[in-house]
């Protein structure tokens, strides 16, 4: 049986829903991943995604969960998205955090001196506030899960390993990103080891060697080195992500395999025919 892939709305800028599912039937891509800022453009389009014969594994909120006011100012209202998402239906929703100018300064950067931090009252607001949205989302059948993310607030070993510590593994699952990993030179396996119960989806994000060494070194930003094609499909780059891979696919620990990479720098046709073969020679 095919590894379920699916495909992060990041690969494409503009194109049409109609063609973004077209492409990914053809790569034999099983499911299409979407914003939450897109939701209403959404469910405008049930019927163009209902005969793509296309699931919908996510849809993706990026908001700063450590501000108590996002349960009250969260745009749209968290009742509009609870209704979005029960007409929906997606599999998953990944939750994510932003973080600060000082962040993306040094991210990337495996052994950077992180100062900005959130505050002990700010990371217990974190916690508390991703579990009710996370109880909140399941309560109407949606799975719930964390992506921890370069220049945001949950972006080191520590601030990850910490996160998970205080969370539910019932009520928040974790989303891999093998990208992120990679730069952070975060060793993959034993992270699985540890968590691979809670692990039910995962970014395949390869990388590329030369711009990761320029971006640890701050030769380039961020933004930078991604614009200049840092992020591949998987098995194009240097990543270690092969053994993991493996591992999470052998065990069938993951329900959704993502690609994401940054627009215009692959021809999204050619990155998910990449994809598709890698994971299927895994």
Not at 233 to 256: H, V, Y
């Amino acid at each position: 049986m095919d590894p379920p892939l699916t495909c992060a709305p990041g690969l494409w800028k503009e194109a049409p829903l109609e063609e973004i599912a077209e492409d990914c039937s053809a790569a034999q891509f099983s499911g299409i991943e979407r914003r939450g800022a897109a939701l209403s453009q959404l469910l405008a389009q049930l019927d163009v995604l209902a005969e793509s014969g296309l699931a919908l594994s996510a849809l993706t909120l990026h908001e700063p969960w450590y501000d108590r006011e996002i349960t009250s100012n969260h745009r749209p209202p968290l009742p509009q998205l609870l209704d979005g998402l029960a007409a929906l239906n997606p599999d998953h929703c990944v939750l994510s955090i932003p973080g600060s100018n000082e962040r993306m300064s040094t991210a990337g950067w495996p052994n950077a001196i992180r100062y900005d931090s959130l505050t002990a009252s700010d990371h217990a607001i974190l916690v508390e506030t991703v579990q009710s949205v996370a109880d909140m989302i399941r309560s109407i059948g949606v799975q719930v899960a964390f992506r921890p993310r370069l220049a945001s607030f949950i972006e080191t070993e520590e601030e990850m390993e910490r996160f998970l510590e205080e969370t539910d593994p019932e009520i928040v699952h974790l989303a891999l990103d093998f990208g992120h990993l990679a730069l952070m030179e975060i060793d993959i396996m034993p992270l699985i080891d540890r968590h691979g119960a809670r692990i039910s989806y995962c970014y395949v994000r390869d990388i590329d060697d030369r711009l990761a060494s320029q971006l640890h070194i701050g030769m380039l930003g961020l933004p930078s080195a991604a614009g200049a094609g840092l992020f591949l499909p998987p098995g194009q780059g240097s990543a270690p992500i092969r053994k993991p891979l493996n591992r999470l696919l052998d065990a069938g620990l993951c329900q959704w395999y993502a690609l994401d990479l940054q627009p215009d720098t692959v021809d999204p046709r050619e990155a998910l025919r990449m994809t598709h073969d890698y994971l299927q020679e895994s």
